[in-house]
């Protein structure tokens, strides 16, 4: 650009030493311009801006007067100088308004300068003209950009530098998210076409710390070697039935410039779907890269769908915090047991956040929350005792109708699983399905079926596809599916349920017109205008078998 710049000074003094006898103070000012000295040269330009005096020779004079002052790092007298000239018709006029525009991105007058760039006409000019605009503003604020978007999106410069400044922020607000789309225009439409009959699952988990890494290497007790191992299985499931799929897998080493990388590979970027990462941070940023490169992307594992929100293709494979408050509020009121209840919950982050947005529902619900404070193992013997849970004491004596306890916790659970072992009362108790893997808990044992369990993706174990599914993934590893395989399972089958040559792979119009899916492995799904899975019953059990409440 600076190159370009003065080989234009240097045009202009030629033109002038053809067109008239040049001064000799205004020849001194061209040489004290030529070697750098802005500042001897500024004031012999000066001389030269009366117009009826010295005609179009003032024009050129406050034009050099402008370059000298840019130049000497003093923006507002370049201002002062350029702004008569570049308001003028004259054979300069465009470079003219370039050099204006420079002389307002040095004064830190951004809309003034942008201003000036929207009147230059001439090609050459107005490339150079829009390579300062991204120069200038590819670190400015994300706020500024998107408020001027609308006024400013014809220059190129400026689009340019909007990307890169939504895209160096892990998350983005509804509002940018909206320009970027805005911005991408015909191109992001592009993106989203169908290249081919191919569903293309990218996976990227994080499966080692950093450095090198071979997902061969991971301990197979992992969770995430354990929930790749479903993701894998179904993948191959599927070629075995003839369908075209393709699976790319990435470690994201819990690195997160490691994952800035990645992110820039061919094989993501062709993706139909992304699965994972599982950690916040990671998240954060693969789904602002899903958001601008429209591809659906899937969080296999979370609950917590708040960052989520305000997204177009980032989903819970999971039902949300307030979809599974929802499903309890739902099955406490078709049991009709009473409206007085207590809740428990653990440290996790879900556990909590569901805690406290369920005791306000329960309560603009119509129930009576008499107790909601936080367990751990140590103190969740007190917190039942303190409802009325006590050896030797029946239902009638009672303090709640029901109680639920909010924890994945083994140590939380166990203990409870102990005193209701040794009392005789009925009272209903409502925890997570993950009890239901617990090998310390044999329900069929208890004095009455107090235990009900919370839907969260839960696998439908009685199905014929589950037990086809337990008995192929043992012939093959020599054990049976962890909880985590299942899930990776039947987030395969979900996804190719829902995108495909033969339902297309416009993955959310899909989602939203099925409604109800039922799972192949699972007890359902429901998607429609929601990124996480509304469906949560809740389950009691019947001679060994789970059943939704009705």
């Excluded at 402008?66 to 100088?81: L, S, V």
């Excluded at 699952?201 to 991971?218: K, M």
């Excluded at 009473?338 to 619900?365: I, M, N, P, W």
């Amino acid at each position: 650009m600076r190159k370009y710049f003065l080989m234009l000074c240097a045009f202009f003094l030629v033109t002038l030493t053809f067109a008239q006898t040049i001064p000799a103070d205004y020849q001194k000012a061209q040489d004290f311009l030529k070697s750098k000295n802005y500042w001897e040269a500024m004031p012999l330009f000066r001389e030269f801006l009366d117009a009826e005096k010295y005609g179009n020779l003032a024009n050129y004079a406050a034009f050099h007067l402008g370059e000298a002052a840019y130049r000497a790092n003093q923006p507002e007298q370049a201002i002062e100088a350029l702004k008569p000239i570049a308001s003028k018709v004259w054979t300069k006029s465009d470079e003219s308004n370039y050099l204006l525009a420079l002389a307002y991105f040095q004064n830190q007058q951004n809309v003034e300068a942008l201003r000036a760039i929207k009147k230059v006409k001439k090609d050459s000019v107005k490339e150079l003209a829009e390579d300062a605009t991204f120069e200038n503003l590819k670190k400015t604020s994300a706020s500024f950009m998107v408020a001027n978007l609308q006024e400013f999106k014809e220059n190129k410069g400026f689009g340019a530098a909007l990307k890169v400044v939504l895209e160096s922020q892990t998350i983005l607000s509804a509002t940018e998210r909206a320009a970027y789309y805005e911005l991408q225009g015909k191109r992001a439409d592009s993106q989203n076409q169908v290249k081919d009959l191919v569903l293309d699952i990218v996976v990227i988990l994080p499966f080692t710390g950093s450095g090198p890494s071979s997902i061969s290497a991971i301990d197979p007790s992992n969770f995430v070697f354990e929930l790749y191992q479903g993701i894998d299985f179904a993948v191959s499931r599927l070629k075995e039935e003839g369908k075209e799929v393709t699976l790319k897998t990435f470690d994201s080493k819990r690195d997160l410039d490691h994952l800035q990388e990645l992110l820039s590979d061919p094989d993501i970027a062709k993706a139909d779907v992304i699965i994972g990462p599982i950690y916040p941070d990671e998240v954060d940023i693969v789904s602002t890269y899903a958001e601008t490169s429209k591809i659906p992307l899937i969080h296999p594992l979370s609950n917590l769908g708040e960052r989520f929100e305000n997204t177009q293709f980032s989903y819970l494979f999971r039902p949300s915090v307030a979809s599974i408050s929802k499903g309890v509020v739902d099955a406490l009121r078709k049991q009709n047991w009473g409206q007085k209840v207590a809740l428990g919950y653990s440290s996790s982050s879900r556990d909590e956040q569901l805690g406290l947005l369920l005791t306000d529902q329960l309560t603009s619900a119509g129930f009576s929350v008499v107790d909601a404070q936080q367990v751990n193992r140590g103190n969740v013997i007190d917190f039942l005792q303190k409802q009325g849970v006590r050896t030797g004491m029946d239902s009638v004596e009672l303090d709640v109708d029901q109680i639920i306890l909010l924890t994945d916790d083994p140590s939380i659970a166990q203990p409870t699983f102990g005193l209701m072992e040794s009392v005789t009362t009925s009272v209903p108790f409502y925890v997570m399905d993950s009890w239901l893997g617990f090998n310390f808990a044999n329900y069929e044992m208890l004095a009455f079926p107090n235990f009900h369990f919370i839907s969260n993706n839960t696998p439908h174990f009685q199905a014929e596809a589950m037990q086809q599914f337990k008995e192929n993934f043992y012939a093959k590893n020599l054990e049976y599916p962890s909880l985590n395989t299942t899930l990776g399972r039947e987030l395969i089958y979900w996804v190719s349920n829902n995108m495909g040559p033969s339902k297309g792979f416009d993955f959310k119009r899909n989602l939203d017109q099925a409604v109800f899916q039922k799972g192949k492995v699972t007890w359902g799904f429901n998607f429609q205008n929601s990124n996480n899975n509304q469906y949560v019953p809740v389950f009691s059990m019947e001679a060994g078998e789970l059943k939704p409440v009705q």
